[in-house]
């Protein structure tokens, strides 16, 4: 998880819920996924979940993770599938 600490580091807001995910959708392919939280308001912080693909022995692909039609998006999000999970960029427990 060493892009994960990378991700932290260069972070503005708040980095957290790490996860590499993998979906039917995107065969072949693991995401890793965080979660950004904007508090520059705070009666209104906003979450933003970001995404990023790898070969399955972890080399960066540079994908993107994008959808014109709501449905094949929805059908995107659910398929995911959590292999790992980090809270912080630091904490490697499964």
Known sequence: MD???EINQSCKESCRDFRIMTSPMRADTLILRWRTIDISNEDNPIQYYHY???K???TP???S???TDQ???NDFI???QMLYHQKFAIDHTL
């Open 52 to 54: 990023e693909c790898f």
């Open 65 to 67: 993770v994008y959808y």
């Open 78 to 80: 659910t398929s995911l």
């Open 3 to 5: 892009r994960a600490i």
């Open 71 to 73: 449905d094949q998006a």
């Open 61 to 63: 692909e540079f994908c």
């Open 56 to 58: 399955m022995d972890g």
